[in-house]
């Protein structure tokens, strides 16, 4: 299930990640690539020993952690450091699937949910698609700045190589509490139907959260 939050980011917000990447130290993306994915991978990342780092965070981790749209989608359980990566000319990410053990050696987690974060404006660069293949087929996604894609990280995906301009996102993992996609997917269902429910029918409602709470419950894992 892809999920999109809009405006996870301001225009003051995004000025401000924008003016600190453009400070910041960029090394080859193929250093944070697993050895599968090195080979299609062709992109600049943010060194994250770089003293801008801590700086971005702040900014962008913060208002993706508290946003109400990741909280009811991913039930987060951990999250991984990001990564700031950089596409210009020519670069591009070829077909592949996220590695299951995403992070730092010292805080490896399960990366059941990836996370796209948008900080450059559809109109600053050609190309640059992540095309995301499902049971549905597959979906092209280039949103404008500051806005964010979730989907599972059991996707096979790709970004197409960026013909013009600059491309910058914002790229992290997450642990859900609720480890399969199918059953994240129906718990979402059934919390928009709780907020559909909650003006009109208190009867319903309270038997939908039941089942809400009930299959959380069994599919959880602490």
Not at 213 to 220: C, G, I, K, T, Y
């Amino acid at each position: 299930m892809l999920v999109k939050i809009p405006e996870l980011l301001s225009g003051q917000q995004l000025d401000a990640v924008n003016s600190v990447l453009r400070r910041g130290n960029f090394v080859d993306g193929k250093l944070s690539a697993g050895r599968n994915a090195s080979r299609h991978k062709h992109n600049l990342e943010l060194d994250s020993d770089d003293e801008t780092y801590a700086a971005l965070n702040d900014v962008v981790m913060t208002r993706l952690v508290q946003h109400p749209r990741y909280l009811q989608t991913a039930f987060p359980a951990r999250i991984c450091a990001p990564i700031y990566a950089r596409y210009t000319e020519g670069m591009a990410y070829g077909g592949h699937i996220d590695d299951p053990l995403m992070g730092s050696p010292q805080a490896r987690l399960r990366s059941d949910i990836s996370i796209t974060v948008f900080l450059s404006a559809p109109e600053d660069y050609e190309g640059g698609e992540l095309c995301i293949t499902d049971s549905q087929g597959e979906t092209a996604i280039k949103l404008p700045a500051g806005h964010a894609v979730i989907y599972p990280s059991t996707s096979y995906h790709r970004v197409n190589p960026v013909t013009a301009g600059e491309r910058l996102v914002a790229l992290t993992w997450v642990q859900s509490l609720v480890r399969r996609a199918d059953q994240r997917e129906i718990l979402v269902q059934l919390d928009c139907a709780r907020e559909q429910l909650a003006a009109d029918n208190h009867t319903a409602l309270a038997q939908v959260d039941i089942a809400y709470a009930n299959l959380f419950r069994l599919w959880a894992e602490t």
